[in-house]
């Protein structure tokens, strides 16, 4: 093997797959070979059956629905409050210190310590698990925009000085557009983040959603289910990580041509 | 350059423009840099027609005005690249095209050739003195290339190193238009010659040697 010497479409593909079929490989003959107890891991085959049976019976795509629907929700609402302010932090440095400070410091309260909290505040419907979320992306997006936008390189700013832009035509006509594919990418990094937010608050105090399956298949110590609403999670995430990246390479083509 | 151009305030005197003090950058002061500012962004045209967008030209005019410069920097058939695409030597030309778009007073070149190789520079230094003999507008030209110096100006203001002061004002009497076998001519070395040595003591003594 060459350092950073490409590999073609086709063998990263199969690569790709590969580590899939040999990590499955490995898990069957753990199960089906007996080294494992049925109790504590579930074979790949019964995975599958609980699985199919948690959509057929239990109306387990409901629960992926809401699921969703609360990372959804709860992101949106984070981003677009958190965008504005990071793109004022990052572009006019007296915001920034007036603001920097505290994000940087809200940035570690763990969002999962909040839980508790707020079900005292906001009980255990959804408003809950959208705050849960929102305080576990929010300060993550200002940091990490405001840092892009504060990134954007001198010398196009000074360009466009010369150019006749005025401080508002040189935030709006190229800190924004210079720091966008960047902003995208935060976006895409905290929204995978967010996915594990709302697993711990439906762990705790939910009557429905991914997280309330898998404690429900927990107390009847049906692993086949957890396992399968593990993969199922990591499978939406994929999705929209993939949904992201395209559209990213649809809005900025000249950040990669 | 950067005081010229309002990057920069000067501790000491000021800067005037037909009269009026220059206080900050404005468009009527056309810059081109040393790296390469085009906005990755924007395609060549739409790089060309930034300041004219934030004059609010009318979108006709601004086809217009885009149109001649892209031609007149050879790059009709680039219009709708983006900057990535394009050679050092097209975006500096695209960097000249987006300056002179703008009609500022004065066009202020910092080094604008420096990254090129030597065959390219020399193809920009002709390009730009042929868009100069048609357009006369005023040019600051900063470069630390003595041909480049004498090929492009009329005249010639040599620097003294550390503090920054000028040290001589040379004239350069080469008719125009001005064909690139001028650099091999008696006067042309004589130039050279001259200048060669005026920076030469200046170099020397940066360097502590004297």
């Known amino acids: ?257 | 350059m950067r005081i010229v151009a309002g990057l920069d305030t000067p501790t000491v005197g000021r800067v005037l423009l037909d009269g009026i003090p220059v206080v900050g950058p404005g468009a009527d002061r056309g810059m081109v840099f040393q790296s390469y500012t085009l906005f990755p962004w924007l395609n060549v045209k739409e790089n060309i027609c930034f300041g004219l967008r934030e004059k609010r030209e009318p979108q006709t005019q601004q086809d217009e005005i885009a149109a001649h410069y892209v031609a007149k920097v050879g790059l009709a058939s680039f219009e709708h690249h983006y900057p990535k695409m394009l050679s050092g030597g097209m975006q500096q030309r695209t960097a000249i095209a987006r300056a002179l778009a703008n009609d500022p007073k004065i066009l202020l070149l910092d080094e604008p050739f420096g990254a090129l190789d030597n065959q390219t520079r020399g193809l920009m230094q002709e390009l730009l003195l042929s868009i100069w003999e048609s357009e006369r507008k005023t040019v600051l030209f900063v470069t630390h290339d003595i041909e480049e110096a004498i090929f492009m100006a009329n005249r010639v203001v040599v620097m003294t190193a550390r503090p920054g002061r000028v040290k001589t004002d040379v004239p350069i009497p080469l008719s125009h238009p001005r064909h690139y076998t001028v650099k091999t001519s008696p006067e042309f070395s004589e130039l050279k010659r001259r200048l060669t040595e005026e920076i030469r003591s200046e170099v020397l003594k940066v360097a502590a040697l004297v």
């Open chain 1, 1 to 257: 093997m060459i350092p950073l010497k490409p590999v073609s479409a086709q063998r990263k593909v199969a690569l790709g797959l590969a580590f899939f079929v040999l990590f499955v490989a490995a898990w069957s003959l753990a199960t089906f070979g007996g080294f494992v107890s049925k109790t504590f891991l579930a074979d790949p085959i019964t995975m599958v059956k609980e699985g199919y049976a948690l959509f057929a019976q239990h109306g387990f795509a409901k629960d992926v629905g809401i699921t969703i629907w609360r990372v959804v929700g709860g992101f949106v609402l984070a981003a677009a409050l958190a965008v504005p302010l990071g793109i004022a932090m990052g572009a006019y440095k007296p915001i920034e210190a007036f603001f920097e400070p505290f994000v940087s410091f809200a940035r570690y309260l763990p969002a999962s310590a909040f839980i508790p909290l707020l079900i005292l505040w906001a009980g255990i419907g959804e408003m809950q698990k959208l705050l849960v979320i929102f305080i576990g992306s929010f300060f993550q997006i200002v940091l990490m925009v405001a840092v892009s936008v504060g990134a954007t390189r001198r010398d196009l700013i000074e360009a466009a000085y010369t150019l006749g832009a005025d401080a508002r035509g040189v935030v709006r006509r190229v800190m924004l557009p210079n720091s966008s594919p960047a902003i995208a990418e935060s976006l895409r990094l905290v929204l995978g983040w967010a996915w594990t937010y709302v697993i711990v608050a439906e762990l705790i105090g939910a009557s429905s959603g991914i997280g309330h399956m898998i404690t429900d298949s927990q107390a009847l110590l049906n692993t086949g289910q957890i396992i399968f609403g593990i993969i199922v999670i990591g499978i939406i995430g994929l999705i929209s990580d993939f949904l992201f990246k395209w559209a990213n390479h649809a809005l900025f083509p000249w950040s990669l041509a």
